[in-house]
């Protein structure tokens, strides 16, 4: 079966599509099917592998609307991962999901067929918690918290914490925290290392040892409409990620034990 990730962190610009992007296409690298859904109307994960948001039809508007299916819709990337894209049009879902039954499960019911045919499925969240990223959360069994460690970083995972618990409550009664990644990380400053270590004591084993540098290679890549791995695989960003990918992999192959500590009680 699929393991579906959300992506996701209400805070905007903490790296949540570098996050989507990369670690599909280093997943892919290591092997593993893999389907990455863009479930914000910027369209920034579907560009930054390389897909012409206006090319991009049907997308997964339709998808949640009930106008098209995965398999109508998925695109195959040139990085051997599959991507649900979306453009500006997905905005207006937010006003059209309010009318259809069922409103917060669309994703997931869409979703269904594909937990044979992956084994990793990554929804990049956009930067709210709207009807978008309530149906990411139900569709999902957990998610992946990108964070900057910065002084208002543990604030935000509070109110993140609240959220996912109501949808936990409500929704999706499994949902829990799969990981928390420190993105754009510099060793060099004593905050960053004064709230990863706060991190580290509340979440415990739900942090990733792997950390994402800051490295400009990972911001020049989109632009080029390529995850790093295909643009500078040597960067320290690409080498972040393909360990990530890797932690990933042992975690879910139980080469790593992890406890429940700092499990989303
Ligand atoms: P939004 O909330 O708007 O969706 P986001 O959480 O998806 O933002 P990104 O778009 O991934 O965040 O990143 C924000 C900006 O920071 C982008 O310009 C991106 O290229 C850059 N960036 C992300 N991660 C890194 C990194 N590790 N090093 C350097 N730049 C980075
Ligand atoms: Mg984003």
Redesign the pocket.
Known sequence: MAKVLA?T?Q???????????NLSASLAALGQRVLMIDL?P?G??TT?CGIMKREALPTVYQILIGRSTLEESRIRTDFDFDVLPANRELAGAEVELIELANREFRLRDALAAAGAEYDFVLM????ALNMLTVNGLVAAEAVMI?MQCEYYALEGLTDLVTTLRKVRANLNPALHIEGLLR???DPRSTLTQQVSGELESHFGDKVYKSI???????????SYGKPVIAFDRQSR?AQ?YLQLAQEMLDRRDGRVETSQQGALA
Request: hydrophobic residues 30%.
């Open positions: 992506v962190n805070k905007g610009g903490v790296g949540k599509t570098t996050t989507a992007v914000d910027q920034n994960a930054g990049d969240c956009p930067p990108p993105t754009m990380y994402i540098p800051r490295n400009v290679r990972l911001a020049e890549a989109p960003g972040a």
